[in-house]
């Protein structure tokens, strides 16, 4: 573990985001729901694209307690796929920037890798959910592929919980954004 803070923002730089140490795993998803979010999102006014070439949404997976928001905590909104929908996606409403994806009741934030300034961000471990594409062999084999989620990404998830003391912070979100 390191101790390193790396910041990160929004596009138009309202919303600061801090994060410490090292990520849980750095993951590419092929989920359907990240697909129709990654669209639905793009398509607000001066998005910036989430989905990589293949329909992948490209994720660093941090616990909660390791994301802080010194800047424009107040101006991130919620978007759900269905008002029903346990997942949220969490968008900077000043500049419609996608922050992060929080499953009801999770330990950790999957931040959009598309924060990260290009060259700085960290490798990618794995590949989740890839029999929602219509053809995963047009993925590269650089990291393993999982047809749903991996034991090894479980594992990762389930150790971060254990070193936090099977704690699930809040992270407090004001308002909803409909895309
Ligand atoms: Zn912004
Ligand atoms: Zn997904």
Not at 154 to 179: D, Q, S, T, Y
Request: charged share 25%.
């Amino acid at each position: 573990m390191n101790d390193q803070t790396t910041r990160l923002s929004c596009a138009c730089g309202k919303v600061r985001l801090e994060v410490h140490s090292d990520p849980i795993v750095n993951a590419e998803c092929c989920c359907n729901s990240c697909r129709e979010a990654g669209r639905r999102l793009a398509a607000l006014p001066g998005a910036q694209p989430v989905l990589g070439p293949h329909g992948t949404t490209r994720f660093v997976l941090y616990r909660k307690d390791r994301v802080t928001f010194p800047e424009g905590a107040d101006l991130l909104r919620e978007f759900r796929l269905s008002p029903r929908s346990r997942t949220r996606r969490v968008v900077a409403g000043c500049c419609n920037t996608p922050v992060f994806v929080d499953l009801a009741g999770g330990h950790w934030l999957s931040l959009y890798g598309s924060l990260w300034p290009a060259g700085e961000l960290p490798p990618l471990d794995l590949r989740t959910m890839t029999r929602d594409l219509e053809d995963p062999s047009v993925l590269p084999d650089d990291v393993p592929n999982a047809k749903s989620h991996s034991i090894s990404f479980f594992i990762k998830l389930l150790g971060a919980w254990i070193a936090m003391g099977f704690r699930n912070p809040e992270i407090p979100v004001k308002g909803e954004i409909h895309a």
